[in-house]
């Protein structure tokens, strides 16, 4: 297998969204150059992206979109449903239980499991479970992905329970850098990073007229 | 100006994180490498990043962990309460009025703003207000800094709208890719497509027994 990084696999992701949207328009072919401008990148580069999996676009006619998307989806693993627990129903957890974007793109989340019990039953059509009962659960119905909401100080402890359970992969809120045991791949959304960061440029513009942006 | 790029203040904002737990565990100063190890950095990268600020520690005694953290605060624009709107109280806009991580961190949401009548009023004590009402806020109130949380396609045209009020940063949650008019600096947090890359590896591990993070 062809090592791919984070960085190609989120360009994957984003020449898909442009070309659900191409497609909704009524086109059916695509250049790479069309596609580059959506995603703000360089048509060598989607060539190169695409070439890694093999996907190769005629010189005259382009990318035919369907089969361009279909082999997308499969690569991203997009054919089949993916479903994934939420482990914290705090105001996070309970936007992302709300949060109806990851349905219409193929994820599911099928619980929900908080340590509180106020928190527990029904939200939304999906079930809030004690803590408890969590890895019954994940080795039931072979989950693989889970979703870390809860506070800085129990992320750690949760994110070893999740990977002694056979979780193969995390997408950690929790403001705080965690490590996992063994083979499990923790992504982050850090968002008050995110918005500290902006702030820092929308600063720097104010004093000096200039993003400062050297990258 | 030095110019400095995003990662970099990331870091920063990430060194300053893991100091403030530092500091609440009773350290008061602290060596380039322990912090390092808490960021998941190298202890030269550490260094490197300090003194772009023309921060320098102390080979035998490290750094001050108060000084240290007051200068950080200085350079990340911590020193005041930074004040910001949202656009699209939704369900996720809704979960950022509610978010109480901004706040402990020093930004506030001062207001929202939606298209939909049924959502203005007074939420968890932020108004909502009417779309039409934003330009008269933003300029009475010198906000810079706006949260954009609307459906795919109004992102670009609220935008728009926001960057001819005088706008200098987007933090976007849209799944869409932006094109901001004059200085504005736009960062994108895309929560489908963080979740798409970590199911990829997920997958690419059940198939392969390997991560194939080349990364």
């Known amino acids: 297998m062809v090592r791919k990084n984070r960085k190609v696999i989120s360009r994957l992701s984003r020449y898909k969204n442009a070309l659900n949207r191409f497609q909704s328009l009524g086109f059916v072919k695509i250049f790479s150059d069309y ?3 959506a995603v703000g990148v360089t048509s060598s580069q989607v060539r190169k992206d695409f070439s890694l999996f093999g996907i190769h676009g005629n010189k005259r006619g382009g990318y035919q979109i369907d089969a361009l998307l279909e082999r997308l989806n499969e690569i991203l693993g997009k054919n089949e449903l993916q479903r994934v627990i ?3 129903a705090g105001n996070l957890g309970s936007a992302l239980i709300k949060y109806k974007n990851f349905e219409k793109d193929g994820v599911k989340i099928v ?10 039953g029904d939200r ?8 408890d009962d ?4 994940i080795a039931e119905q072979g989950i693989k992905t889970a979703i870390l909401a809860v506070p800085d100080v129990a992320a750690q402890p949760i994110l070893d329970r999740l990977t ?7 997408l950690n ?11 499990c791949v923790v992504n982050h959304v850090n968002l008050e990073l995110e918005l500290e960061n902006l702030i820092y440029f929308v600063n720097a513009m104010e004093k000096t007229g200039d ?3 050297g990258n």
Chains 1, 2 share one sequence.
């Open 211 to 213: 993003t400062g942006l």
């Open 164 to 170: 002694s359970c056979g979780i193969k992969g995390v």
């Open 111 to 120: 619980a929900a499991f908080d340590i509180d019990p106020a928190k527990h």
């Open 134 to 137: 969590m890895q019954r659960f």
């Open 35 to 37: 596609l580059a401008e």
């Open 173 to 183: 809120f929790a403001p705080i850098q965690l490590k996992a045991e063994g083979r």
């Open 124 to 131: 939304d059509s999906i079930p809030v479970l004690p803590l």
């Open 86 to 88: 939420l482990v914290g």
